[in-house]
């Protein structure tokens, strides 16, 4: 981190504001221009304010040069993390894929899809029980019903399961869910971040509707930074001028988080797009950038869901883009997680 100071300013307001980087441990270069000085500070930086640093009326300017985020930073954790779930290892070139529908709407249609995805080659098995809708008047999911039935289809199949927390009120409810997911809208939910961060589960963090990589990394940094590493990032496409597709996949992010994080990422083409018949394409496109799976809205009749059928995939669809999954991670010289 630099900080430029202003002109003519007292020796004595110097030496103040350096005592308070060195109480963090933090040492300075100095170097001093005809009209400006220029304190580098070395040392971890992740938890020096901005802004606080700004508001000093010697500073004119502050700028990092190191990412804020340190847990998550690839430059203090070369290797690749890999999350071990229910018998997979999700990440360190392992390729996994989540599927099933956007909620869970009956245990009868819960069983039946995780059959169905799992007689595909689907490793994880996904459905809503509390569900985030932006109208009050739209089903908002069976909740803790809908957890039970996942958990029956889990008996039924052997499928781990992965299903979204909404509140961290509910966490011991989810005790016997092997992958929470915090959706795009709870990204920035902090106290639910700060919660999962005291528990060791499998996190699924989607990545907020209109979240830079740097934020998104920095709600991630929370959940280890409580303390718990198992932290899966998940892209599903932001909002942008563009309205053909529900959202804009941003595939770039996938390659740029996996070159500055160690964590596992997996891509969502059914959000990222809201087109099942792009949902193909897409997955073959984030398996060539690097992604470690994807998660995929596949609903026993789409026509007929209570959430996002429009874009869910029917068991036919489903399995003919898990043929060409398979056939895509082999060529990539990877393997089904
Ligand atoms: C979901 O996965 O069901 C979901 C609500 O996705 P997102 O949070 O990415 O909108
Ligand atoms: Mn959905």
Same mark, same amino acid.
């Given at each position: 981190?630099?900080?430029?100071?202003?002109?003519?300013?007292?020796?004595?307001?110097?030496?103040?504001?350096?005592?308070?980087?060195?109480?963090?441990?933090?040492?300075?270069?100095?170097?001093?221009?005809?009209?400006?000085?220029?304190?580098?500070?070395?040392?971890?930086?992740?938890?020096?304010?901005?802004?606080?640093?700004?508001?000093?009326?010697?500073?004119?300017?502050?700028?990092?040069?190191?990412?804020?985020?340190?847990?998550?930073?690839?430059?203090?954790?070369?290797?690749?993390?890999?999350?071990?779930?229910?018998?997979?290892?999700?990440?360190?070139?392992?390729?996994?894929?989540?599927?099933?529908?956007?909620?869970?709407?009956?245990?009868?249609?819960?069983?039946?899809?995780?059959?169905?995805?799992?007689?595909?080659?689907?490793?994880?098995?996904?459905?809503?029980?509390?569900?985030?809708?932006?109208? =009050?008047?739209? $089903?908002?999911?069976?909740? !803790?019903? #809908?957890?039970?039935? /996942?958990? @029956?289809?889990?008996?039924?199949?052997?499928?781990?399961?992965?299903?979204?927390?909404?509140?961290?009120?509910?966490?011991?409810?989810?005790?016997?869910?092997?992958?929470?997911?915090?959706?795009?809208?709870?990204?920035?939910?902090?106290?639910?971040?700060?919660?999962?961060?005291?528990?060791?589960?499998?996190?699924?963090?989607?990545?907020?509707?209109?979240?830079?990589?740097?934020?998104?990394?920095?709600?991630?940094?929370?959940?280890?930074?409580?303390?718990?590493?198992?932290?899966?990032?998940?892209?599903?496409?932001?909002?942008?001028?563009?309205?053909?597709?529900?959202?804009?996949?941003?595939?770039?992010?996938?390659?740029?988080?996996?070159?500055?994080?160690?964590? =596992?990422?997996? $891509?969502?083409?059914?959000? !990222?797009? #809201?087109?099942?018949? /792009?949902? @193909?394409?897409?997955?073959?496109?984030?398996?060539?950038?690097?992604?470690?799976?994807?998660?995929?809205?596949?609903?026993?009749?789409?026509?007929?869901?209570?959430?996002?059928?429009?874009?869910?995939?029917?068991?036919?669809?489903?399995?003919?883009?898990?043929?060409?999954?398979?056939?895509?991670?082999?060529?990539?010289?990877?393997?089904?997680?």
């Amino acid at each position: 981190m630099i900080v430029i100071l202003k002109e003519n300013v007292s020796k004595q307001k110097v030496d103040s504001l350096a005592k308070s980087f060195e109480q963090m441990g933090l040492t300075i270069h100095y170097s001093e221009g005809t009209h400006t000085t220029i304190m580098g500070l070395v040392g971890d930086t992740s938890q020096v304010d901005m802004d606080a640093v700004c508001a000093n009326d010697i500073v004119a300017a502050v700028k990092r040069i190191s990412e804020p985020y340190k847990a998550v930073n690839r430059r203090f954790h070369p290797q690749d993390t890999h999350i071990p779930v229910g018998g997979h290892n999700i990440g360190e070139g392992n390729f996994c894929v989540i599927a099933g529908p956007c909620s869970v709407e009956s245990e009868e249609q819960i069983i039946c899809v995780a059959e169905e995805i799992k007689k595909s080659g689907a490793q994880l098995l996904r459905g809503g029980a509390f569900k985030p809708r932006t109208s =009050p008047y739209s $089903f908002q999911g069976l909740e !803790a019903n #809908g957890l039970r039935f /996942l958990l @029956e289809a889990k008996a039924a199949t052997g499928l781990p399961i992965v299903t979204e927390i909404m509140s961290e009120m509910h966490i011991d409810l989810f005790a016997d869910v092997d992958v929470i997911q915090v959706g795009a809208r709870n990204m920035q939910n902090f106290q639910l971040l700060k919660e999962l961060g005291h528990s060791k589960k499998p996190v699924l963090l989607k990545r907020g509707l209109s979240s830079t990589v740097e934020e998104f990394l920095m709600s991630a940094e929370y959940i280890l930074a409580g303390g718990n590493p198992n932290v899966i990032l998940c892209e599903r496409g932001i909002r942008t001028f563009e309205t053909a597709i529900r959202n804009t996949p941003d595939l770039t992010a996938i390659a740029l988080i996996k070159h500055n994080s160690h964590l =596992p990422v997996i $891509f969502d083409p059914s959000h !990222a797009t #809201g087109v099942p018949w /792009l949902v @193909e394409p897409l997955s073959r496109a984030a398996i060539a950038i690097g992604a470690d799976g994807v998660m995929i809205e596949v609903h026993n009749n789409p026509a007929c869901a209570l959430c996002d059928g429009a874009q869910s995939l029917n068991f036919d669809q489903f399995s003919s883009t898990m043929a060409s999954i398979k056939k895509r991670v082999a060529a990539e010289g990877k393997r089904m997680a």
